[in-house]
T-cell receptor, first 114, second 113 residues
């Protein structure tokens, strides 16, 4: 069984400030980990993913995330927020070689203040 | 088109009616997934197809929900005797194989009055 917890349903940052969105997971097998972004009235878009190898993963739009097995975390960061980053962000986990169905967290709405 | 498409984009129905939601995956993608996203929540897995067969339907909430993919491409999610609690956005995703990135469609917003 797998689960994902995203701490903070809403996060507000100023433009240019650091973005930190938290994600903790539980999984009975070594997981694949994902961050998706959802803009209003649009489909989910993959930001980045961790499967194996390097634990620091870089994605699109300047985002990155680090897989920390000891902390069962996969927090998403971006050094400097842009207004265009305002969206809903979802962390997800899947079990490879078992269909790869995604288990999502509840989402974090990121608001960027000018 | 190049992406996953879903029709209709919006569906309003009355309690007790039957609805069908369609998903056209990216051409050549063998794996297809249905998820349901209720307001203010993350998507929840419903069913996964590998080719024509449902490889895992453990997320279907009850026997009013059924999905098919008869030719291994287009899939239809069918909901019988709809209830107000079925109101949600139904998302479809496809991937080349089950261990590759899933590409999501824009979803069908179902409203049951």
């Amino acid at each position: 069984a797998q689960s994902v917890t995203q701490l903070g349903s809403h996060v507000s940052v100023s433009e240019g400030a650091l973005v930190l969105l938290r994600c903790n997971y539980s999984s009975s097998v070594p997981p694949y980990l994902f961050w998706y972004v959802q803009y209003p009235n649009q489909g989910l878009q993959l930001l980045l993913k961790y499967t194996t190898g390097a634990t620091l993963v870089k994605g699109i739009n300047g985002f990155e995330a680090e897989f920390k097995k000891s902390e069962t975390s996969f927090h998403l960061t971006k050094p400097s927020a842009h207004m265009s980053d305002a969206a809903e962000y979802f962390c997800a986990v899947s079990a490879p070689n078992a269909g790869n169905m995604l288990t999502f967290g509840g989402g974090t709405r990121l608001m960027v203040k000018p | 088109g190049a992406g996953v498409s879903q029709t209709p984009s919006n569906k309003v129905t009355e309690k007790g009616k039957y609805v069908e939601l369609r998903c056209d995956p990216i051409s050549g993608h063998t794996a297809l997934y249905w998820y349901r996203q209720s307001l203010g929540q993350g998507p929840e897995f419903l069913i996964y197809f590998q080719g024509t067969g449902a490889a895992d339907d453990s997320g279907l909430p009850n026997d009013r929900f059924f999905a098919v993919r008869p030719e291994g491409s287009v899939s239809t999610l069918k909901i019988q005797r709809t209830e107000r609690g079925d109101s949600a956005v139904y998302l479809c995703a496809s991937s080349i194989t089950s261990d590759n990135e899933q590409f999501f469609g824009p979803g069908t917003r179902l409203t049951v009055l």
